[in-house]
T-cell receptor, first 115, second 115 residues
Framework: DSGVTQTPKHLITATGQRVTLRCSPR?????VYWYQQSLDQGLQFLIQ???????AKGNILERFSAQQFPDLHSELNLSSLELGDSALYFC??????????????FGSGTRLTVV | GENVEQHPSTLSVQEGDSAVIKCTYS??????FPWYKQELGKGPQLIID?????GEKKDQRIAVTLNKTAKHFSLHITETQPEDSAVYFC??????????????FGKGTSLLVTP
């Protein structure tokens, strides 16, 4: 167990629908990152939150949004789903800056299948 | 933005041989270079990292080298074992202070170690 919890593990939904993926970071970590992993694109950075605020944005579609709550858990909302959105979605967290430990800790992912 | 290229995409070695995976990056301001190992059905796990003020780092059978001038870094695994079989990702980023950083990943190398 990495300490980063993602739910649900699997999700099957139809095109046009909306889903919410949830992530609880490792205890003490303030930054949360969302990544999309597909077979041909590798790990694509979507968005980062730090202590409730958006800090960096990657290749995130306008149909996708995220937020980080006061308890530091984060949710990734995917709407108007298309077949091409089928992928593994990973959440990662990292320790607060200013330490020597820069590494991310990844969760085990949510596998989204759009049919 | 940062572009990370990783080669080869697949690598097959015999148990006991060495494996080398190479990455190049485009942004000369990048200063942090981690390597992740992803086993089937799991999230990526940090195995070693290096910062730009260091040219080489070793941890048991794993070593990473960095050439800042050429903007490339490599992962070396010696005395490979079947349990080293996994997908390996390199990444690069610029440290963004206390709020952390967004990692840009290569597309991964699938390593197979045959007994």
């Amino acid at each position: 167990d990495s300490g980063v919890t993602q739910t649900p593990k699997h999700l099957i939904t139809a095109t046009g629908q909306r889903v919410t993926l949830r992530c609880s970071p490792r205890s003490g970590d303030l930054s949360v990152y969302w990544y999309q992993q597909s077979l041909d694109q590798g790990l694509q950075f979507l968005i980062q939150y730090y202590n409730g605020e958006e800090r960096a944005k990657g290749n995130i579609l306008e149909r996708f949004s995220a937020q980080q709550f006061p308890d530091l858990h984060s949710e990734l909302n995917l709407s108007s789903l298309e077949l091409g959105d089928s992928a593994l979605y990973f959440c990662a967290s990292s320790v607060r800056g200013g330490t020597d430990n820069y590494g991310y800790t990844f969760g085990s992912g949510t596998r989204l299948t759009v049919v | 933005g940062e572009n990370v290229e990783q080669h080869p995409s697949t690598l097959s070695v015999q148990e006991g041989d060495s494996a080398v995976i190479k990455c190049t990056y485009s942004d000369s301001a990048s200063n942090y270079f981690p390597w992740y190992k992803q086993e089937l059905g799991k999230g990526p796990q940090l195995i070693i990292d290096i910062r730009s003020n260091v040219g080489e780092k070793k941890d048991q059978r794993i070593a990473v080298t960095l050439n800042k001038t050429a903007k490339h870094f490599s992962l070396h695994i010696t005395e490979t074992q079947p349990e080293d079989s996994a997908v390996y990702f390199c990444a690069a980023s610029k440290w963004a202070g206390d709020s952390g950083y967004a990692l840009n990943f290569g597309k991964g190398t699938s390593l197979l170690v045959t007994p």
